[in-house]
């Protein structure tokens, strides 16, 4: 069994978009960092990456899946003949049950696998991470804990470890439903940006933070996450209930909606 090297690890990372790159930019001053993407930047070696093929990101002690979740099989699938007994496979999607299931299913059993979720993404970690958070899932074998270890003392994040069912549960609410507004949001536009409130500001500051997300993170929060569709249903539902009350009272006259209340007349003469 390959022993993987714990002081200067070789760090493969599948996939270099957006959150790639944040990936990098973090670990690259702590291993020896490899990266493949179908569109990788040229001058990626300017970086201290090491511009690499599948072969040579299947061979890395830690092979790092920073792909979309509907591509999450195939990336497996290219890997698989080129992982090393005991490396440690870790994926980075903002749902955790599904991926958890394939990479058991189709990973090497005598690799270690990690689930893990940063909470947080280029837009909200452009300033840095230390003290955001991140969700650690054990799968197989027993890396988690180092690895939650390493993010916590040398990146400082905050580490939630968790399952993926407890992962999924919380998400469904936590970023289903900011995702879902956010994007009616942006729907809506042109919105208000001079006479705003404070309340206003925060929620545009929200939308923000995962405008600018790719489509496949939204599907898959919205439709990979089992739990999603009961809180997305729930959310409509009180919705409706709301236009249908909001509805109601407008059609009834003032003072029978305030009844007890004083006429208007009387509040103002």
């Known amino acids: 069994m390959h022993t993987p090297n714990t002081t200067n690890p070789s760090v493969g990372l599948m996939g270099f978009g957006a959150f790639g790159r944040l990936i990098a930019r973090h670990l690259k001053p702590h291993c020896r960092l490899l990266a493949f993407d179908p569109a990788l930047p040229a001058d990626i070696g300017a970086g ?10 299947g061979a890395c002690d830690i092979v790092i899946l920073a792909v979309p979740v509907a591509a999450l099989s195939e990336a497996i699938a290219t890997l698989r003949p080129h992982l090393r007994a005991g490396a440690i496979v870790v994926d980075v999607g903002s749902v ?3 991926p958890a299931k394939t990479m058991l299913a189709e990973l090497p059993e005598d690799v270690e696998i990690v689930g893990t979720h940063p909470l947080f993404g280029p ?3 452009r300033d840095g991470i230390a003290g955001l958070k991140i969700a650690i899932c054990p799968i197989r074998g027993a890396s988690a804990w180092r690895i939650a270890a ?4 040398v990146l400082r994040l905050q ?9 999924d549960r919380e998400a469904a609410l936590v970023q289903g439903l900011t995702h879902l507004i956010a994007k009616i949001l942006v729907a809506m536009e042109p919105l208000p940006r001079r006479m705003t409130t404070a309340s206003f500001d925060l929620l545009m500051r929200a939308t923000e933070m995962v405008r600018h997300d790719s489509p496949a ?7 990979a996450n089992p739990h999603a569709r009961p809180v997305r ?9 709301m236009r249908t009350h909001l509805d109601r009272d407008a059609a009834e006259p003032f003072n029978q909606r305030s009844a007890g209340a004083l006429s208007w007349k009387e509040r103002v003469g």
Do not use: C, N, W, Y
């Open 123 to 125: 837009q909200s970690g």
């Open 217 to 223: 993170v939204f599907m898959a929060i919205e439709q």
């Open 159 to 167: 580490v939630i470890m968790t399952t993926p069912e407890a992962h």
């Open 233 to 241: 249903d729930r959310f409509f539902a009180l919705a409706e209930e």
């Open 96 to 98: 955790k049950i599904g």
């Open 150 to 153: 390493f993010l916590r003392r």
């Open 48 to 57: 201290g990456i090491i511009a690499a093929d599948p072969a040579q990101i």
